[in-house]
């Protein structure tokens, strides 16, 4: 590396400056997103391995990963079910076999009596002592040539062709750099933040060379300073990128929706009840937002049944009056079709008739429906992902309200931006029925407001839910009999744990199949995934409409629908779905005045997590803590599925177990954005790389 190259900030210096690092190198790192020299140095180890010291044999424990030493006193090869080579090592405070499984006879005859050994791997228990599989070892032969490691030994994330050998010697490379020019390496962190914790440099160094003596435990946790030193920086990083979104989305024109609100006050006079008091101040908070020059960009989270739609109804009734359009987008067609209906119901009374958009609309039908959006006739518009087709263009749309976010990504919303006219962008209402725990939405959902219904309409009673083993199905049977003689239906749903569709739906088959055996006197039908969405759509209007009683369902109900005087629920193996799932799920009974039941049949035996999931599912019936909990036992990314492991993707930190240090965070990313706006970008680029393009306007 040349002279010129050393003062040159890391950033700035491409990794084929590295020794080693020719074209297919390059290639290969690039593909880990490792460009610069900085890149590489924030390519940090997945854990370590400790080689600098020898372990005696008789102090080893089962799972230790250690260096032991010794001499060879038995070698022999076996011919059981496997020939295997079997060499017993002893050092004075013990003996350990080692096993090998594949050998060749070099390496047999090397391994012989009296040779003295130097082996790494994993302890195991084996049939008469401990024993090594397959463990890396060297022979010994002039004690003192052979020295131990001075530093723990970091095993990295790598790539195919990537030996861990290679990526010690490149990151060393890189430490050596930086060790001889500090400055290399910028501390993008406030002065008041850094003189809290090791520098950036200190930390990087000790995280890629840990000494002997480093706190594994403490390192495995992620919880040593020097790791908290980077995570802080991470997670402020990525506050900052969100609030830029923010502000950017900001800058753009909206529409301004303000009028007198009649029509909204005749649908509040049709309805056979008066909005709960969180209803009432997430829609003032929603039609404040409409009034502003700028795009709204909110998410309303609420229980399910805490009547969101009709809060989106009422937004879309300002929008329209204020001359504007309005779409609205459900995740499945069922969904979709169910809001139409609702729609419809509400509004056309006030003379406006929603217009139906989904995927089956083909050749003229879609025509004439374009031709509507396009010339605006059609005021309300609702219908699936349908409506982010190229071809949909609205006249003057004024509002997207997205239902189930979660199925709806970044990408999707800002696609649905360019619906709107070419000097304004539509304002957005997204709406959820999956709680977001605080932490996450401080973090995830930075770049959103954020509004909550956080009371039911009275008179619903609690469902009541109960952990049941499936010997007792025959019980179960006779309880959904019971019910439906009484003149009440219920949900018979079947899960897999397969990712299969078809499989899925097949168990549904079978399971209907056999409750219809069993229970012949109620009418039992079937609705999955596979079905068309006519014939989806006919089965559910069938149930909603007391033509049947039993319906047996796979997962495809989850979402949104609602049918009153359904009011027991069986849920088949819940142990397989997540807490969040399952509280959805059991949202679907509960929607009337009868006190409504959950059974949740599982398989037994229960591991120890299902038992603790299934049990916070019979004793809260509150979303919310519903889902700090799902997000305590299966993490972020499971709970905000795509959004998660696409978007928010997070190097080192954890916002769960980083919790601690949003409110800091929170300053930091403050104090950056008002004092030091020069930092904004090198911490970005850092961090997010490329990834945050996404969210440039
Ligand atoms: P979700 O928030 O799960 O989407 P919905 O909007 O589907 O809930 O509402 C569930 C049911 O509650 C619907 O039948 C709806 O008409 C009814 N509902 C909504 N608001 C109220 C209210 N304030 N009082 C009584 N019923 C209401
Ligand atoms: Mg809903």
Not at 108 to 116: D, I, K, M, P, Q
Not at 524 to 551: C, N, P, Q, W, Y
Not at 664 to 678: F, N, S, W
Request: negative net charge; contains cysteine; charged residues 25%.
């Amino acid at each position: 590396m040349s002279k010129i190259e050393i003062n040159r900030p890391l950033a700035e210096i491409p990794v084929t400056t590295l020794k080693g690092v020719g074209p297919k190198g390059a290639e290969r790192l690039a593909k880990l997103g490792i460009e610069s020299l900085q890149d590489l140095l924030f390519h940090l180890p997945l854990r370590y391995q400790d080689r600098t010291r020898i372990t005696p044999i008789g102090a080893l424990n089962q799972g230790d990963q250690v260096v032991i030493e010794g001499v060879v006193e038995l070698s022999d090869v076996r011919f059981g079910r496997r020939r295997s080579l079997l060499v017993q090592v002893a050092d004075g405070t013990g003996t350990i076999l080692l096993r090998f499984f594949h050998f060749s006879s070099a390496q047999r005859a090397a391994l012989s009596r009296g040779v003295r050994l130097r082996c790494f791997g994993e302890i195991r228990n084996g049939p008469s002592s401990f024993e090594m599989i397959h463990p890396e070892y060297q022979r010994i032969d002039d004690a003192a040539s052979q020295e131990l490691e001075a530093e723990l030994t970091p095993i990295y994330p790598t790539t195919e062709g990537m030996h861990q050998l290679t990526w010690r010697t490149l990151t060393q490379q890189v430490l050596d750099l930086l060790a001889s020019n500090p400055y290399a390496l910028a501390d993008l962190l406030p002065l008041e933040q850094q003189s809290r914790r090791p520098t950036l440099a200190e930390a990087l160094h000790y995280l890629h060379r840990p000494p002997p003596d480093a706190p594994l435990a403490q390192l495995f946790a992620g919880e040593h300073p020097a790791q908290q030193r980077l995570i802080f920086e991470e997670l402020t990083a990525h506050q900052i990128s969100l609030r830029q979104l923010r502000q950017q989305q900001q800058q753009i024109p909206a529409p301004i929706i303000k009028g007198d609100a009649l029509l909204q006050q005749r649908l509040l006079k049709s309805l056979p009840f008066q909005l709960t008091g969180a209803q009432q101040r997430v829609v003032d908070e929603i039609l404040s937002d409409l009034q502003r020059p700028f795009p709204m960009l909110r998410l309303v989270q609420g229980d399910v049944g805490s009547g969101k739609t009709v809060v989106s109804a009422l937004a879309a009734l300002a929008t329209v009056e204020a001359g504007y359009q309005v779409a609205l987008m459900a995740p499945t067609e069922l969904l979709a079709e169910q809001h139409l209906n609702n729609f419809t119901t509400w509004l056309r009374p006030l003379g406006i008739e929603p217009l139906w958009l989904t995927g089956r609309h083909k050749g003229r039908e879609r025509k004439e429906r374009l031709q509507r959006i396009a010339d605006g006739s059609a005021k309300v518009v609702v219908g699936t992902h349908a409506l982010f087709q190229d071809d949909v263009i609205f006249h003057s749309l004024g509002l997207a309200v997205i239902d189930e976010q979660h199925r709806f990504g970044v990408h999707q919303r800002l696609a649905l931006r360019e619906k709107g006219h070419s000097d304004a962008v539509p304002h957005q209402l997204i709406m959820t029925a999956t709680p977001i725990p605080r932490t996450l939405a401080m973090t995830a959902y930075a770049d959103l407001d954020l509004s909550v219904i956080d009371e039911l309409p009275p008179g619903r009673t609690p469902v009541t839910t109960v952990v049941i083993s499936d010997s007792r199905r025959d019980e179960v049977i006779s309880r959904v009999s019971r019910a439906c003689a009484d003149g009440r239906q219920a949900y018979w749903v079947c899960t897999l744990i397969e990712e299969s569709e078809m499989l899925q739906c097949q168990a549904a088959e079978e399971s209907a199949q056999q409750l219809t055996e069993r229970l012949p006197n109620l009418r039992v039908s079937l609705v999955h995934g596979r079905l068309k969405a006519t014939e989806k759509a006919a089965v559910m209007a069938d149930f909603k409409a007391g033509k049947i009683d039993l319906l047996v369902a796979t997962t495809v109900i989850e979402v949104g629908v609602d049918v009153a005087n359904a009011s027991l629920m069986i849920i088949e193996n819940p142990e397989r779905l997540g807490l969040a799932q399952l509280h959805q799920l059991r949202g679907r009974v509960g929607r009337g005045t009868t006190e409504s039941h959950c059974l949740l049949m599982y398989h037994p035996p229960l591991s120890g997590n299902a038992k603790a999931r299934l049990a916070m599912l019979r004793e809260s019936n509150d979303g919310f803590k519903i889902a700090e909990k799902d997000l305590e036992l299966r993490g972020p990314g499971e709970v905000l599925g795509t959004r998660q492991t696409g978007e928010m993707q997070l190097r080192i930190a954890d916002v769960l177990r980083d919790q601690d240090l949003l409110p800091d965070v929170q300053q930091a990313a403050d104090e950056i954005l008002q004092r030091h706006p020069e930092l904004v970008e090198p911490l970005i680029h850092r961090w997010l790389g490329e990834r945050v393009e996404f969210g440039r306007v």
